[in-house]
T-cell receptor, first 112, second 113 residues
């Protein structure tokens, strides 16, 4: 069966510091991968998606970036965090575009 | 662009009562529709999905949803709510070959004993 992992589970970072969140998927190959941000009391905002190694599509211009160095690894990064980057970050995978997505447990990021 | 509206931000029902959560969508082609549930501090779990065929779909945990194209709706129902159903529920719309799945703002369900 497939599983998806995210770490760290929680993170507190000062403004201006770098960020690296990692997501890995097990039990499948060539998944589509997604990064979402969920602000308190709001729905999910798609940040990035990837259909293959090195292929990244950005949905929202911001100071975040994503990379996919391996087939089942998806990384969300920032060089300098802003207060507005605080939120709950969710990674997800799907077999193909448009099909159901399966979510990881999330990372709670607080920027102080 | 596609969008989803969940008109109810917060719903409270008594345990054992029936439940209906509303979802309206906007999509220019044949929609793929989903309901997810999220417990506090957790990821999202898929309850059910609709791609095509029978407009009444069954999901996990006793949930069902009905696709009504004429009303652009995909409401979630459960005949008898359990205390463990208390959570946040999200409706989402996507489409074939479309990676941009859009989620509603969510409906928070509280279950009274």
């Amino acid at each position: 069966s497939q599983t998806i992992h995210q770490w760290p589970a929680t993170l507190v970072q000062p403004v201006g510091s770098p960020l690296s969140l990692e997501c890995t998927v097990e039990g499948t190959s060539n998944p589509n991968l997604y990064w979402y941000r969920q602000a308190a009391g709001r729905g999910l905002q798609l940040l990035f998606y990837s259909v293959g190694i090195g292929q990244i599509s950005s949905e929202v211009p911001q100071n975040l970036s994503a990379s996919r160095p391996q087939d089942r690894q998806f990384i969300l990064s920032s060089k300098k965090l802003l207060l507005s980057d605080s939120g709950f970050y969710l990674c997800a995978w799907s077999h193909a575009a448009g099909t159901e997505q399966f979510f990881g447990p999330g990372t709670r990021l607080t920027v102080l | 662009a596609q969008s989803v509206t969940q008109p109810d931000i917060h719903i409270t029902v008594s345990e054992g009562a029936s439940l209906e959560l509303r979802c309206n969508y906007s999509y220019g082609a044949t929609p793929y529709l989903f309901w997810y549930v999220q417990s506090p501090g957790q990821g999202l779990q898929l309850l059910l999905k609709y791609f095509s065929g029978d407009t009444l779909v069954q999901g996990i945990k006793g949930f069902e949803a009905e696709f009504k194209r004429s009303q652009s709706s995909f409401n979630l129902r459960k005949p008898s709510v359990h205390w463990s159903d208390a959570a946040e529920y999200f409706c989402a719309v996507g489409g074939r070959n479309n990676n941009d799945m859009r989620f509603g703002a969510g409906t928070r369900l509280t279950v009274k004993p």
